[in-house]
């Protein structure tokens, strides 16, 4: 059985209390319901949030150890600053998307620039919590 693991960053533990002009209304426990009815039991989905840097760095690590299939990781705002995730994904040799909610390159300057983007196979934008399905079903497929 695959195993996918869905890492969300800073913040997102917020989704759909706050900002649902730009997040929308759904929180994160309707996204890993969302998914699972999805994907239901053919895969293993593990579902992660954390407001540290150091503990999706340790996440990562665990998932590299434990031979997962890939990533689905919304880094919210470590995804523009954070060079030690980046370096974090290089070593896992994991295969990640990198998912973001909202079109980052349709708001503020500062959110343009991925610093964990390129250590990622693929990035989706503006697609809503339909872009984590996407990446699931990408990620499957490999
Ligand atoms: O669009 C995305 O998914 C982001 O990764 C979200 C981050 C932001 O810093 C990135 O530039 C783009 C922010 C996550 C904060 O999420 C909230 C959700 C609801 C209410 C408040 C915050």
Redesign the pocket.
């Known amino acids: 059985m695959k195993k996918i693991a869905i890492l969300n960053g ?3 533990d ?2 759909g ?3 649902p002009e730009i ?1 929308g209304r759904a929180s994160l426990a309707d996204l890993e319901t969302a998914l699972r009815a999805e994907f239901g039991a053919g895969v293993t989905l593990d579902f992660f949030q954390s407001n540290h840097e150091g503990a999706l760095i340790d996440k990562i690590a665990t998932l590299a150890d434990a031979k997962f299939d890939g990533l689905v990781l ?1 880094a ?2 470590l ?2 600053t954070s060079v030690a995730l980046r370096d974090a994904l290089l070593s896992a040799h994991l295969p990640a998307v990198e ?4 079109n ?1 390159y349709k ?1 503020e300057e500062f ?1 343009h620039l991925s610093l964990t983007a390129p250590a990622c196979v693929a990035i989706i934008s503006g697609l809503g919590l339909e872009g984590y399905h996407a990446a699931v079903r990408f990620l499957l497929k490999r």
């Open positions: 800073p913040n997102l917020r989704l209390l706050r900002e997040y919304n919210g705002a995804t523009h998912v973001h909610i909202s980052i708001r959110r």
